[in-house]
T-cell receptor, first 113, second 111 residues
């Protein structure tokens, strides 16, 4: 069982839809992450939040909009996505302090039609 | 980021030992990690090793680190069919936050 919970598990959306992915952790971690993983590839970093502030944005298109309402929650708002954005979106968290191991959720499988 | 290299595929028989190898290039890496990903699931942190260690053992898992050669290995003793998964080696990037993953080794355990 993972201590990082992601919802929904699966999401199908059209290119004109607006949807949100949600992530929650109760381990007291102060850093939270969004990764994108395409099939048979390693995860790629999208965003890092540290103490609820965006600290890293890996040049992600603006159709992906992260939000960290509090230290336990992380959202990813999606709008006007493209079919090539279909992927597994993974949330992770870690203790503040560099080199702390990341703990991942089970991901949201997103399909854009 | 720096390249982390892994062999892509490994097949072993149930009960045998599996050894998954990884090479990394960033000599300043302080921690190195092994993650397991089962089909349709997220990444599970298996173990990690601090760069001043040579070896770390945790039940069936043994991690060996050769810092001079920048080589990391994961040995799974008495491999079971439930160990079939993709195993990712990862090092921490210079930012101290982001992980730089290898391409993953797909382990197949046959009865």
């Amino acid at each position: 069982d993972t201590e990082v919970t992601q919802t929904p598990k699966h999401l199908v959306m059209g290119m004109t839809n607006k949807k949100s992915l949600k992530c929650e952790q109760h381990m007291g971690h102060r850093a939270m992450y969004w990764y994108k993983q395409k099939a048979k590839k390693p995860p790629e970093l999208m965003f890092v939040y540290s103490y609820e502030k965006l600290s890293i944005n890996e040049s992600v298109p603006s159709r992906f909009s992260p939000e960290c309402p509090n230290s336990s929650l992380l959202n990813l708002h999606l709008h006007a996505l493209q079919p090539e954005d279909s992927a597994l979106y993974l949330c992770a968290s870690s203790h503040e302090g560099t080199n702390s191991p990341l703990h991942f959720g089970n991901g949201t499988r997103l399909t854009v039609t | 980021g720096e390249d982390v290299e892994q062999s892509l595929f490994l097949s072993v028989r149930e009960g045998d030992s599996s050894v998954i190898n990884c090479t990394y290039t960033d000599s300043s890496s302080t921690y190195l990690y092994w993650y397991k990903q089962e089909p349709g699931a997220g990444l599970q942190l298996l173990t990690y090793i601090f760069s001043n260690m040579d070896m770390k053992q945790d039940q069936r898992l043994t991690v060996l680190l050769n810092k001079k050669d920048k080589h990391l290995s994961l040995r799974i003793a008495d491999t079971q069919t439930g160990d079939s998964a993709i195993y990712f080696c990862a090092e921490m990037e210079d930012s101290g936050y982001a992980l730089n993953f290898g391409k993953g080794t797909s382990l197949l355990v046959t009865p």
